[in-house]
Nanobody, 132 residues
Framework: QVQLTESGGGFVQAGGSLRLSCAASGLSPHNYAMAWFRQAPGKEREEKEREFVAAVSWSGVTTSYAISLKGRFTVSSDNAKKMVYLQMNALKPEDTAVYFC????????????????????WGQGTQVTVSS
């Protein structure tokens, strides 16, 4: 049974940092990469409304980011522990969202810009709130 469990969300002031974690279990060996998506408040709670944030291969060698977030966010993975991380710095109020960990469908390897249609499994999400 696949389980993706996010943690690390919370409330932070603008300019602050948070580190999200995702614990993965039960994945197929063909889920080569993981991703983070987010869903801002006011968006319908449908998977198709989720915005791509970053992706990483399980080796950690391949990463990709939404262009608008590159430089502030850093994605990483620990294959031995089956953990994925998202370090978020210089947070802005517009980063307020529910952040979702996702396993990408094979054969996606973490080098592209992805949409919800590329996702095989979703976590439940963790809320990040950034105050101005």
């Amino acid at each position: 049974q696949v389980q993706l469990t996010e943690s690390g969300g919370g409330f932070v002031q603008a300019g602050g940092s948070l580190r999200l974690s995702c614990a993965a279990s039960g994945l197929s060996p063909h889920n080569y990469a993981m991703a983070w998506f987010r869903q801002a408040p006011g968006k319908e709670r449908e998977e198709k409304e989720r915005e791509f944030v970053a992706a990483v291969s399980w080796s950690g060698v391949t990463t990709s980011y939404a262009i608008s977030l590159k430089g502030r966010f850093t994605v990483s993975s620990d294959n031995a522990k089956k953990m994925v991380y998202l370090q978020m710095n210089a947070l802005k109020p517009e980063d307020t969202a529910v952040y979702f960990c996702a396993a990408l469908k094979p054969p996606y390897g973490g080098s592209g810009t992805y949409t919800p249609s590329h996702v095989d499994r979703w976590g439940q999400g963790t809320q990040v709130t950034v105050s101005s």
